[in-house]
């Protein structure tokens, strides 16, 4: 198993490790990120989070030379204020969420996020979850398998994929990645499908995000996580696609701009408070030396805000 950590190094530079602070690493995944903040943290601690199993394992074994200094806990980020309460943690120096999927999950072809093997409908980060993609291509309705393929994957042929996979679980239950890949290929129109992007890519996106409710995750976290840093501490988030940085870009913007009530409100109704301030004015992006070293860096945005 490998993966390889993108924007390591930025992310290492704008999290200004306090040696002896305690750090949050809400997507732990194979684990690189948090070994390179260990690395800096001779004192320090890092709870590290993921609601993958597997990758709970292989981070463990990673970090154990590490002993006390990692606290690694299964769950989502979602439930972060629950989970540092549990921990008896108050606030923290910092953060960092790396979104998305890791290339062990995308490689693993029984967990079925490839549109590039044929596997079962799975899609789950969590494998104790019950939802899993099998379950939302044959049972979802047809207008919101529709809305997700649009809202989540940008599908231009939302509709009629939508109607596709409807119409072909009537015959059979859909029960392969291979199968799915093959009703959106019929779908497509042949100009459509000699585009450079592989034809699938959107819709198993939009259903990995709904399978895993990756954009309610990212609400709750974006929620809760400022009230959870010290002042000056750095919630670092790194995302994928423009939907995941849109949220990062308009949570941080909201608490930089503070209360958005019209001045003649008497008390604040709209709970924007001045929590944060944006770090740098754009999002950070990979290098070409990282883009030509890993592919799955060309779309990755690091956004950087600052407890104030
Ligand atoms: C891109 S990988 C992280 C890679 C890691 N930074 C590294 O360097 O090895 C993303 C990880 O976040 C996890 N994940 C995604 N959404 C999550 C959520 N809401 N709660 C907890 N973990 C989540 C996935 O299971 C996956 O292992
Ligand atoms: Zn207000």
Known sequence: MRHQSVLLRECIRYLELDPAGVYVDGTLGMGGHAEAILEHLPQGRLIGIDRDGQALEYAAGRLARFGR???LVRGNFGDLGKILDELGIGKV?????????????????????????DAPLDMRMDEQSPLTAREVLNTWS????????????????????????????????????????????????????????????????????????????LERMLDTAPDRLVTGGRMLVI?????????????????????TCPPEFPVCTCGFVKTLRSVTRKPVIPDGEELAENPRARSARLRIAERV
């Open 69 to 71: 200094r990692a606290t």
């Open 93 to 117: 120096n910092g953060m960092l969420f790396d979104l998305g999927v890791s290339s062990p999950q995308l490689d693993d072809k029984e967990r079925g996020f490839s549109y590039m093997q």
């Open 142 to 217: 047809e207008a919101e398998l529709r809305s997700i393929f649009w809202r989540y994957g940008e599908e231009r042929y939302a509709g009629r994929i939508a109607e596709a996979v409807t119409a072909a679980r009537e015959e059979a239950p859909i029960e392969t990645t291979g199968q799915f890949v093959e009703i959106i290929r019929r779908t497509m129109p042949a100009a459509a499908l000699r585009e450079k992007q592989h034809p699938a890519k959107r819709c198993f996106q939009a259903v990995r995000i709904a399978v895993n409710d990756e954009l309610g995750a």
């Open 239 to 259: 995302s994928f696609h423009s939907l995941e940085d849109r949220m990062v870009k308009e949570a941080i913007r909201k608490r930089e701009n503070g209360c």
